[in-house]
T-cell receptor, first 116, second 118 residues
Framework: AQTVTQSQPEMSVQEAETVTLSCTYDTSESDYYLFWYKQPPSRQMILVIRQEAYKQQNATENRFSVNFQKAAKSFSLKISDSQLGDAAMYFC?????????????FGKGITLSVRP | DSGVTQTPKHLITATGQRVTLRCSPR?????VYWYQQSLDQGLQFLIQ???????AKGNILERFSAQQFPDLHSELNLSSLELGDSALYFCASSDHRTALVEPGAGYTFGSGTRLTVV
C-alpha cells in the first residue's frame, strides 16, 4: 500500500521569505502523480501543484515549485516570496497512474503560519 | 464555488444517532470520493463511486455506508455515531473524460461537512 509522510506538523515563515515543506512517500509503482493541496481556514481543499512521476523536470506554478527526487521518494514544496494568504494547512498527496479515477492518498498535513 | 456541493455544512448530533451527508458532484463528473478529516488522522479515504457503482473502498467503518444515485449525487450514511466520528467529511469529484486526457488532474473538493457528535 502507498503511504505519504509529512513529518513536520508545523512551520513558520517570515513574510516575503522562502519556505520548504517536506514530504516523503512509499510506493512500488513506477508511474504515479504527486500533489500539494492547500487548506485555508475556509476548509476548502485547493490544488496548488502537481507532478507526474515520469517527468524529471520539477513542476512550477508562479511562486510555488517542487523538488521531486524520485529515487529518494521525496516531494517537497517550496513557496517563494511568502504572503500572508499562504497561511494554511498543506497536504501532500499521491495517486496511482493506473486507473483514470484512482483515489488520493494524503499525508497528515503541515500547518504553515506566515509572520508579518 | 468549486462546483461540488455538500450539505449540510455543519451537523451536531448525539451519540447513537444516524445522519446522512449529501454531495452533488461537479456537472459531468462521474466519480465521487468521500474522505474523513480528523485532527489526528489527517485525510482518510473512505469510499469511491463511479457512475452509480462502488469502485473502491478504504478505511470505512461497517457503521458507515454510501451510495450514488442515478443523478450522480451521493450520500454518506453514518449510523450508531460515536464521539470519535466527529470530523470533517469531504466529498470530491473527478471527470473520467478529463482524467483520460490529463491523468494527473487533481480532484475538485467540496467545502466539507463538519460533524460534531456530542
Amino acid at each position: 500500500a502507498q503511504t505519504v509522510t509529512q513529518s513536520q506538523p508545523e512551520m513558520s515563515v517570515q513574510e516575503a521569505e522562502t519556505v520548504t515543506l517536506s514530504c516523503t512517500y512509499d510506493t512500488s509503482e513506477s508511474d504515479y502523480y504527486l500533489f500539494w493541496y492547500k487548506q485555508p481556514p475556509s476548509r476548502q481543499m485547493i490544488l496548488v501543484i502537481r507532478q507526474e512521476a515520469y517527468k524529471q523536470q520539477n513542476a512550477t506554478e508562479n511562486r510555488f515549485s517542487v523538488n521531486f527526487q524520485k529515487a529518494a521518494k521525496s516531494f517537497s514544496l517550496k513557496i517563494s516570496d511568502s504572503q500572508l494568504g499562504d497561511a494554511a494547512m498543506y497536504f501532500c498527496a499521491y495517486r496511482r497512474a493506473t486507473g483514470a479515477n484512482s483515489k488520493l492518498t494524503f499525508g497528515k498535513g503541515i500547518t504553515l503560519s506566515v509572520r508579518p | 464555488d468549486s462546483g461540488v456541493t455538500q450539505t449540510p455544512k455543519h451537523l451536531i448530533t448525539a451519540t447513537g444517532q444516524r445522519v446522512t451527508l449529501r454531495c452533488s458532484p461537479r456537472s459531468g463528473d462521474l466519480s465521487v470520493y468521500w474522505y474523513q478529516q480528523s485532527l489526528d488522522q489527517g485525510l482518510q479515504f473512505l469510499i469511491q463511486y463511479y457512475n452509480g457503482e462502488e469502485r473502491a473502498k478504504g478505511n470505512i467503518l461497517e457503521r458507515f455506508s454510501a451510495q450514488q444515485f442515478p443523478d450522480l449525487h451521493s450520500e454518506l450514511n453514518l449510523s450508531s455515531l460515536e464521539l470519535g466520528d466527529s470530523a470533517l467529511y469531504f466529498c470530491a469529484s473527478s471527470d473520467h473524460r478529463t482524467a483520460l486526457v490529463e491523468p494527473g488532474a487533481g480532484y475538485t473538493f467540496g467545502s466539507g461537512t463538519r460533524l460534531t457528535v456530542v
